[in-house]
């Protein structure tokens, strides 16, 4: 069980907007930086979000984060097919002095 | 390019020890935080150790503490994990990764895993 609850999984249509929730605390989320990282099967994971909300050169404005309080959301607009893909919110925790990983979300496009 | 290796992965007995190595290159190594992530097979990702660039700061998750030990040498260019008393819960693919915070960008690196199988 995850100190960050993600849902299971997401599904979508192509072009919908999709959003994915990270629910953590005040020792992690609420006092560090979220990153959000996709994940495609049998590949190393990808960075989408730094910083809570910054994107880094070469990800698609599609991608976005916000963080409020001890939460923080992935938003996907114009939904693709090669979106597909399991998606991972990290963070570091003080309580823990580690960074700790959701459990993921599994995201569909239907 | 930037490039992270992993190798040292295979199949070891419950008890056994096992050492992880990661060659960096196409980055100035000694600037990067660099981190082992795992993910065991059809689970999620999970941050298992971490090191400071210059070797001087270490933590680890909690399941591994005791049993793990993160290093790196900043002239090879390497990161280490030297992992004991290994447990059938500890087979997982290893990722190396990398991150570097520069104050108007963020560098993100990640290798492409190599597998630990704890098994009798």
């Known amino acids: 069980q995850s100190v960050l609850t993600q849902p299971h999984s997401a599904s979508g249509t192509p072009g919908q907007r999709v959003t994915i929730s990270c629910s953590g605390s005040?020792?992690?989320?609420?006092?560090?930086?979220v990153f959000w990282y996709q994940q495609l099967p049998g590949t190393a994971p990808k960075l989408l979000i730094c910083?809570?909300?910054q994107r880094p050169s070469g990800v698609p404005d599609r991608f976005s984060g916000s963080k409020s309080g001890t939460s923080a959301s992935l938003a996907i607009s114009g939904l693709r097919s090669e979106d597909e893909a399991d998606y991972y919110c990290?963070?570091?925790?003080?309580?823990?002095?580690?960074?700790?990983f959701g459990g993921g979300t599994k995201l569909t496009v239907l | 390019e930037v490039q992270l290796v992993e190798s040292g992965g295979g199949l070891v007995q419950p008890g056994g020890s096992l050492r992880l190595s990661c060659a960096a290159s196409?980055?100035?190594?000694?600037?990067?935080?660099m981190s082992w992530v795992r993910q065991a097979p059809g689970k999620g990702l999970e941050w298992v150790a971490n090191?400071?660039?210059?070797?001087?700061?270490?933590n680890y998750v909690d399941s591994v503490k005791g049993r793990f030990i993160i290093s790196r040498d900043n002239a090879k260019n390497s990161l280490y994990l030297q992992m004991s008393s290994l447990r059938v819960e500890d087979t997982a693919v290893y990722f190396c990764?990398?991150?570097?915070?520069?104050?108007?960008?963020?560098?993100?690196?990640w290798g492409q895993g190599t597998l630990v199988t704890v098994s009798s």
């Open positions: 990764h990398g991150d570097y915070d520069a104050p108007n960008r963020y560098f993100d690196y």
């Open positions: 196409g980055l100035t190594f000694s600037s990067y935080w």
């Open positions: 090191i400071k660039k210059d070797g001087s700061e270490k």
């Open positions: 005040s020792s992690n989320i609420g006092s560090n930086s």
């Open positions: 910083r809570n909300n």
């Open positions: 990290v963070v570091w925790d003080d309580s823990l002095s580690g960074r700790v």
